[in-house]
């Protein structure tokens, strides 16, 4: 069943150990929907400049992402830039050119409505709540968010967490949000204020679930190389929920191996500049990579 | 089959965010050797001194650990001072008081001679490598070091790690040994140097394990309340190594069965404050705890 994402359509100019790009394609969107879309249909609702190109555009449709809903809008589209020279786990910001991103209002097409399943990817929580204001039947509403919002506008992501069946951050951030330091007490904390479950990542050594019941922890894959750690959370995100919207039921094996998947497709995102390992993964590596993580650890 | 363990049986003074201890039962071989008992027979190598008393020496023989091999010395027992409140997962030394440790010369009894696994803690690599000379026909040998002998004595380190069957290390001193910041390619780069296998410890994560073979990551049990930290690893240390030796044979299945024992033991050291968890730790707990780390990570 369809996912429809709301999120970032942008680019990066990225450096890190392995090298340097110039205004790659990026944003939370792209890489949470190539990585969905190996699983079920997405839509994408964003903002872009004229900028994006229809070779840009290429890159998610050829993976079958439905792209009506990105808006076109003049000026340059939105542009980050970020190192990871001093720390492969921690982005170094340089500049944020927010571009047409400053305005964005989401509007939802009326072809995307009927979508199941909501992602609001990191972006103003006013904006990801009126995304889900505008959605009120789907069945399943999973979202992420960053130190920003929760620093600088608690206020105003509190109420969207009420509105998540899961929450999707880092160690970090969960115990921003929560001011605990044990991970277990952070994870409940999250889930007090409203999430019904949270993924907390954990970078290189993986990511847990808490929630609906059950505690499930998923290992990462140790990479030989780590060329660009960026969007690999928002592909954990697309492998993680786009398995959840290719299933009938949410089951807890579902969960668990949504897990597995949200993994799986943040090792692949890693292991090129911007979105070229996921353009370039296939069905099969999946396969691989999800045995591979089976392989090293179950007992 | 019987493990000797040569290391510190010592006092530690501590500080967490839990409370404060003063001078309670503490030392690499003390902790490795409680976790180890629950598994298999072990004989302990160290030195104390007068202020070990027979309350501090029944902890060990009450869990059938073999005390022979440890030396009574004039003076004080080795007591270490540290706090764990800036963060849980780095001890600040506030004091290291060698006292009869800084004359160590380990003697092993005859009776321990025979002794099948042998686990060289963390202490001065000469003394390591001399204990391995002693004992030239353990069927297995197993040892850990500490960034203060990787940094300052990586000359009098490196014959130790050719000697090695499995060295246990946690991430940092793994980056600090190798001088890579990648997890995977440290690990290869401890092999190289000389053990068989590494086991890398991820703190709150779990550990993984490279080589003979195979990778197999175990994760840690996300814990309520991390009272104190220290001993966990020499604990891991005790619960991999003594399912080890308790097994006929040294298979794929048993070494990530070991992994998992592991982080049982760890995660009872860090419940309480120093051996008190341990002490009190029963066999149906163990089994219990081990169920329970299966839940959280298979599918």
Redesign the interface.
Known sequence: MAILVVGSVAFDSLETPSGKRERVLGGAATHFALAASFFTDVRVVGVVGEDFLPEHEAVLTAKGVDTKGIERAPGLSFHWTGSYLKD?NAADTLATDLNVFAAFEPKIPAAYLDSEYLFLANIDPVLQLQVRKQMPNVKMVAGDTMNYWIAAHREKLLPVLRELDVLLINDGEARMLTGK?????A?EGVIALGPKAVVVK?G???A?I?GNG????S?AL?????VDPTGAGDSFAGGFYGYIASQPELTP?VL??AM?YGSVMGSFACERFGTERLQATTRAEIDERFAAL?A????
Do not use: C, M, W
């Not at 330091?181 to 007490?185: A, F, L, T, V």
């Open positions: 492969l330091s044990n991970g277990k007490r994870a954990h290189e050594y993986g847990t808490y059950q505690t499930f922890r290992p140790p990479l030989d190389e780590v094996e668990r191996r597995f089976k090293i650890s179950h007992l």
